[in-house]
């Protein structure tokens, strides 16, 4: 699977915006997040690397969880990155 095949699209919601900003939520605590629609097939390691490589960044954490309208992952990145600079890039502001 392709690199660029792995990240369909960003997600955005009230709740993924909060994610970005550090506004507290009641099961992701802490901010710096930011949350794509991915391929069914991608693991949480080829998320991991499409995002590092795509925006430059360095990714602490990566959750998965399967919807309706599909594949969902909410990641974290490594302190000294921005989840809203990543926002910005990908025009979710």
């Known amino acids: 699977m392709k690199q660029n095949d792995i990240l369909v699209r960003p997600y955005v919601t009230e709740k993924s915006l909060n994610l970005m ?12 997040k930011i949350e794509f629609i991915v391929h069914r097939d991608a693991d949480k390691q080829d998320i991991r690397t499409a995002v590092e490589e795509r925006f430059e960044v360095k990714v602490d954490q990566v959750w998965t969880r399967i919807q309706k309208d599909g594949k969902h992952a ?4 490594a302190d000294g990155y921005s ?9 979710v502001f």
């Open 21 to 32: 900003s550090g506004t507290p939520t009641q099961k992701y605590r802490d901010g710096n």
């Open 74 to 77: 909410i990641v974290k990145l």
């Open 83 to 91: 989840a809203e600079d990543v926002g910005m890039r990908v025009g």
